[in-house]
Antibody
Framework: QVQLQESGPGLLKPSETLSLTCTVSGGSISGFHWSWVRQSPGKGLEWIGYVSDSGNTDYKSSLRSRVTISVDTSKKQISLKLTSVTGADTAVYYC????????????????????WGQGTLVTVSS | EIVLTQSPGTLSLSPGERATLSCRASQSVSPTYLAWYQQKPGQAPRLLIYGASSRATDIPDRFSGSGSGTDFTLTINRLEPEDFAVYYCQQYGSSPRTFGQGTKVEIK
């Protein structure tokens, strides 16, 4: 059974860099795309971006200038870095695995998210 | 960006009843790359439906999805106690991938 576990600091000050790691167990990291999704307290879900096993990425445009998602296949880890955080970045951060890929025109993109980590709360406060 | 609007915001039903949840997109989701997730308090979302109508692994057949274009529906037949939760739709046919704001199914 595939399991994803997020880890990283739970408390940051404004302007710092959020760094989270998602460790995959019980399955391969290769052959899949991986996403980060966040959920502000009491709010809905927001997709941040994804990375393929070969390092191809796509990010939400409003976060693109601050976000980097990377993959380390040898460690079976996916990383998220978000710079210059503010209180608006306070959220539970989830990593997720995509259910295969789908075609959009002539491009293959990841499908829905079939496995999720339990999430980790990151609070930004001075 | 495709905006997904879910309705109603809250659905109050009794166990055994049918739940019908709507997800309307601001522009066509084409192909039908629309998913539904269930989320319970303190838990991560769980994939229920992908491709608008395909059930994910181990999802009971009382959950069904339908729709195309801009209008999608999640139907839960014969609500079980464990089905009371928040449900989100998500489109993954265009970037950025977007989620609806959620529909809470609560016990009446």
């Amino acid at each position: 059974q595939v399991q994803l576990q997020e880890s990283g600091p739970g408390l940051l000050k404004p302007s710092e860099t959020l760094s989270l790691t998602c460790t995959v167990s019980g399955g391969s990291i290769s052959g899949f795309h991986w996403s980060w999704v966040r959920q502000s307290p009491g709010k809905g879900l927001e997709w941040i971006g994804y990375v393929s096993d070969s390092g191809n990425t796509d990010y939400k445009s409003s976060l693109r200038s601050r976000v980097t998602i990377s993959v380390d296949t040898s460690k079976k880890q996916i990383s998220l870095k978000l710079t210059s955080v503010t209180g608006a970045d306070t959220a539970v951060y989830y990593c997720g695995r995509h259910l295969g890929t789908v075609w959009i025109a002539t491009t293959k993109v990841p499908g829905a998210l079939d496995y999720w980590g339990q999430g980790t709360l990151v609070t930004v406060s001075s | 960006e495709i905006v997904l609007t879910q309705s109603p915001g809250t659905l109050s039903l009794s166990p055994g009843e049918r739940a019908t949840l709507s997800c309307r997109a601001s522009q066509s989701v084409s192909p039908t790359y629309l998913a539904w997730y269930q989320q319970k308090p303190g838990q991560a979302p769980r994939l229920l439906i992908y491709g608008a109508s395909s059930r994910a692994t181990d999802i009971p057949d009382r959950f069904s999805g339908s729709g195309s274009g801009t209008d999608f529906t999640l139907t839960i037949n014969r609500l079980e106690p464990e089905d009371f939760a928040v449900y989100y739709c998500q489109q993954y046919g265009s970037s950025p991938r977007t989620f609806g704001q959620g529909t809470k199914v609560e016990i009446k």
